[in-house]
């Protein structure tokens, strides 16, 4: 299994709302990450995880949460966000260390009214 | 610190002719540098990778790229460009033993027929 798996695909929300983006992968990678990218932007790095642990968080606020309930599973908590939130929401995974690529996922297409 | 700089946000060939992208990076220890493409509302997918093995690297699709440090360049060609090459294209960077990619501000890649 050389995936990464996000869903939903796209996910429409209310700015009250509370909801949650999920990631998986099977590749036994123990780096994973959440991006943000907006249109014609590059993909903006939020939270990475190694070996489960939080290890960067790049001032994301707090609107949104990270959790990594296991080594293949990682998921980003979303309440009361803006419209300038909205944006396509890229997990990604990786052996640990710097010379590795990144495995993405297709994204999360949020759109927040 | 590091960073990638991209030349060009707009690139547009015929169909079989060379395709050249090009990535500058900076770096103040030696870079692990990447390419990735990325096709309409799709997550990234990573073509090729320098990690000091070979200044020549060849990827996926028929895309190279070569590194040279007194450049500090890492541009990307493919000999003959095809109708499915046209996608966005970021060159990134990761160094310092840090966990973290930095991505340049893509090149949008046009294929005339």
């Known amino acids: 299994d050389t995936e990464v798996t996000q869903t939903p695909k796209h996910l429409v929300m209310g700015m009250t709302n509370k909801k949650s983006l999920k990631c998986e992968q099977h590749?036994?990678?123990?780096?994973m990450y959440w991006y943000k990218q907006k249109a014609k932007k590059p993909p903006e790095l939020m939270f990475v995880y190694s070996y489960e642990k939080l290890s960067i968080n790049e001032s994301v606020p707090s609107r949104f949460s990270p959790e990594c309930p296991n080594s293949s599973l990682l998921n980003l908590h979303l309440h009361a966000l803006q419209p300038e939130d909205s944006a396509l929401y890229l997990c990604?995974?990786?052996?640990?260390?710097?010379?590795?690529?990144?495995?993405f996922g297709s994204g999360t297409r949020l759109t927040v009214v | 610190a590091q960073s990638v700089t991209q030349l060009g946000s707009h690139v547009s060939v015929s169909e079989g002719a060379l395709v050249l992208l090009r990535c500058n990076y900076s770096s103040s220890v030696p870079p692990y540098l990447f390419w990735y493409v990325q096709y309409p509302n799709q997550g990234l997918q990573l073509l090729l990778k320098y990690t000091s093995a070979a200044t020549l690297v060849k990827g996926i699709n028929g895309f190279e790229a070569e590194f040279k440090k007194s450049e500090t360049s890492f541009h990307l060609t493919k000999p003959s460009a095809h109708m499915r090459d046209a996608a966005e294209y970021f060159c990134?960077?990761?160094?310092?033993?840090?966990?973290?990619?930095?991505f340049g501000t893509g090149t949008k890649l046009q294929v005339i027929p």
């Open positions: 590749m036994g990678h123990r780096a």
């Open positions: 990134a960077v990761s160094s310092g033993g840090y966990q973290k990619v930095t």
């Open positions: 990604a995974s990786s052996q640990v260390g710097t010379a590795y690529g990144y495995t």
